[in-house]
């Protein structure tokens, strides 16, 4: 077991024992010399005091201690450890390597005390608390953490006796003493005299600010602390403080009914009392981050109080200000519900700043971040974040997401380096970024130019026989990506007609690599019922599945950047239009929770084999020199809707196979197989008559190319496997075929 460490409590515990074995002159160092010990701590005495009287317990254990055999007078010696203290220690060590317990503390030692077994400390301390063990444990975390933080002696934490007037402070933090540790307030100048304005008002003088998280509606209250204490502010501001109540530190401990709504009141009154200056009296400012959290707080049933209503005295007195921050939906689901709170808050819409407004925040945090990373960032590089951030990260908001990235490039940098004066630069960012979002490195940093430029000729490398489809599908991403077509579309809706095995998924594939994001592939033979449709977005409220959200909808918000592939559109229930259409039309899809996904940055593509059977009709009669593709074509008219089609980038039609596509086809397909040989040290050469006959027995014009995957693996492939695993070829070398 690794060494555990112990706190300085502790230690001062386990040394007040000792001490007391030497007092009263015993031989060994018993769990009742560490009870003893631990009644003369003020977080023990406190916690006890609520369940006992802890003098009481106290002469108890002395008088026990008395009934001891003492070592005669004179004697030296050393008390050694009892085997009852020796569990107790081995069961508080158990107890922190357990938990996630960084050092051993007192309540460690008390969890070890009370499971002894046949010890009077354990019988005299059980008796105390009779059923409620688990009650005083928490009770003593809770004030040993207090005790740590505040490094508070008085009588009781939190209760009326308290002695200290000031007992409140321990539950809020007082924004104007701590603001130069915070990161400036940039921009915000009409939500800031809109929220300067809504105070200074005489009644329902209280701002809420409501936004998206990670717009900045906590740091808007830390510039008005700025400001305050700068002396920036009307005369009614003058001088007051913002404290920032904490719920969690609130709600902490309160085990009996009456301690929560006790804080409440003592907080409320504290702010109310506390003045700058007495001669000009002035309201402070209570900030509650989250407070759509107090509705419900503190409240044991249906019909009980909660802090909303709690607070509702306070709000319409004018002795406290309030500002409230919460998001949109937690307003919505939460706060709207209590009409009485809402009509006393005055409602602020935080929005999210835009791409230049968040180049300027970064440009005047930047200081700080190269301060503490001691990096500097190149000139380039925030700009990039900003813009980056904005298209890539789509679950978050501006300025946060961007200031996450410039924190940890730096972060990456210092720690690559160990070394100041580094200099992340634009490659540094998009590492991240790939490391975060899931987007490849070289698309983020390079912005898709080269790879836009280069990306038909790389496609025809790769796909043979279908030019016309390669070129219609390059210039209809190359369009979006000039910003040509309508923002709030996909970047290309495409559907791929044409027989089976001729490239349609292939084409997919590849162009997702070549741009360097995921291909994200739906089988839309698995939606050939309604419900299963209803998947894609979420199952109705009250079916089953409604808490896992919808299939399409989460998997573009976990990447949206993506070739979105829906294999086989054809065979899905006819309810997947519908919801295609507002895809293609808006670029949105809304879940089953109210959650949207975003399909502005993803291309759409739609696979179908719709009238493959009327394929084959395509060169009888009149239609004589009519493709393949092209009669299915005509069908996919008659089965897809008028405004399905409509909304389409374009439809491409693949060609049927030929000889030459198929002999193309073929090499490729050797070459992959020649490049796992290669690996294993063997090199494959085909006469050209072993080409032909995989030639002709593999090209079929119904089938396409999948039908040379089958000639290999059953041809080629089984000549090959047991040479590798127990022939000639074991160790490499040279084939012939």
Request: aromatic residues 8%; contains cysteine.
């Amino acid at each position: 077991m690794p060494e555990i460490k112990q706190t300085d409590r502790a230690s001062k515990i386990l040394n007040q024992a000792l001490e007391l074995s030497k007092e009263y002159r015993h031989e060994f160092i018993m769990p009742e010399h560490l009870l003893l010990a631990m009644t003369q701590e003020f977080y023990f005495y406190d916690a006890l005091n609520s369940f006992h009287d802890t003098n009481q317990l106290e002469n108890r254990i002395r008088e026990y201690l008395k009934t001891i055999e003492r070592v005669p007078e004179g004697k030296d010696y050393v008390p050694e450890v009892s085997v009852q203290m020796s569990k107790v220690i081995e069961s508080a060590v158990q107890s922190v390597a357990s938990s996630s317990a960084e050092a051993l503390d007192a309540p460690h030692l008390t969890r070890g005390l009370l499971a002894l077994e046949d010890s009077w400390a354990s019988f005299m301390l059980k008796e105390c608390l009779g059923d409620r063990e688990a009650d005083f444990i928490s009770h003593l975390i809770i004030n040993c953490d207090y005790y740590d933080y505040y490094n508070y002696e008085g009588d009781d934490l939190f209760g009326d006796e308290a002695d200290s007037k000031s007992a409140w402070k321990r539950l809020v933090t007082c924004m104007n003493d701590h603001y130069k540790q915070q990161n400036p307030l940039i921009g915000r100048e009409q939500e800031l005299k809109r929220t300067i304005q809504v105070l200074c008002r005489r009644d329902k003088n209280n701002p809420l600010h409501v936004g998206e998280p990670g717009v900045g509606k906590t740091a808007l209250v830390w510039g008005l602390a700025r400001m305050i204490e700068e002396g920036q502010v009307p005369k009614s501001l003058a001088g007051c403080k913002v404290y920032q109540l904490d719920m969690g530190t609130l709600l902490a401990g309160t085990q009996y009914r009456g301690d929560f709504e006790n804080r409440i009141k003592q907080v409320m009154e504290g702010v109310a009392a506390e003045q700058t200056n007495p001669d000009e009296p002035v309201a402070n400012i209570v900030y509650i981050d989250e407070i759509h959290t107090l509705v419900g707080a503190g409240a044991t049933s249906d019909s009980a109080l909660d802090a909303s209503n709690m607070l509702k005295p306070y709000l319409e007195s004018g002795a406290i200000r309030f500002i409230g921050s919460t998001t949109y939906e937690e307003y919505n689901r939460h706060f709207a519900r209590s009409k009485g709170m809402i009509r006393r808050f005055q409602q602020i819409d935080i929005n999210e700043p835009t791409v230049e407004e968040a180049k300027t925040i970064l440009r005047q945090l930047l200081p700080r971040y190269e301060e503490f990373h001691g990096v500097k960032y190149a000139g380039d590089a925030i700009d990039f974040a900003v813009e980056a951030s904005a298209k890539y990260v789509n679950d978050r908001f501006l300025p946060d997401k961007a200031i996450d990235l410039i924190d940890e490039a730096g972060a990456a940098a210092e720690a690559a380096s160990g070394a100041a004066g580094e200099t992340v630069t634009k490659a540094d960012i998009a590492e991240v970024l790939a490391q975060t979002c899931k987007v490849d490195a070289m698309a983020a940093k390079d912005d898709d130019t080269e790879r836009l430029q280069m990306l038909e000729p790389r496609l025809l490398e790769q796909i043979y026989g279908q030019d016309e489809a390669i070129h219609q599908v390059t210039e209809a991403v190359q369009m979006a990506k000039a910003g040509l077509l309508d923002d709030d579309k996909p970047t290309a809706s495409l559907l791929f007609v044409g027989p089976t095995g001729v490239g349609k998924t292939e084409v997919a594939r590849v162009l997702a690599r070549q741009l360097g994001i995921e291909l994200v592939r739906f089988d839309m033979s698995e939606y050939t019922e309604k419900h299963a449709v209803a998947k894609l977005i979420g199952s109705p409220a009250g079916y089953v599945g409604y808490e896992d959200g919808g299939l399409l909808t989460d998997a573009i918000r976990k990447r949206p950047h993506c070739v979105l592939l829906l294999d086989e559109i054809e065979k899905a229930h006819q309810d997947i239009y519908n919801i295609l259409l507002q895809v293609m039309d808006y670029a949105r899809l809304t879940d089953n929770k109210g959650r949207k996904a975003d399909f502005r940055n993803v291309i759409l593509i739609m696979t179908s084999n719709a009238g493959a059977q009327y394929a084959g009709q395509a060169s009888i009669g009149f239609q004589g020199g009519v493709s393949r593709g092209e009669a299915m074509l005509r069908q996919v008219k008659k089965t897809f809707k008028p405004e399905f089609i409509n909304r389409l980038s374009g439809t491409v039609v693949f060609n049927d196979m030929d000889r030459q596509m198929a002999a193309l086809i073929l090499r490729k397909k050797l070459r992959e197989l020649q490049a796992k040989l290669t690996l294993k040290k063997i090199t494959m050469t085909l006469s050209d008559d072993t080409f032909e006959s995989l030639l002709n027995e593999g090209f079929t014009p119904e089938y396409g190319a999948r039908e040379m995957d089958r000639v290999i693996n059953q041809r080629l492939k089984p000549r090959l496997v047991r040479e590798i695993l127990f022939g000639s070829l074991k160790d490499g070398g040279d084939v012939a075929l």
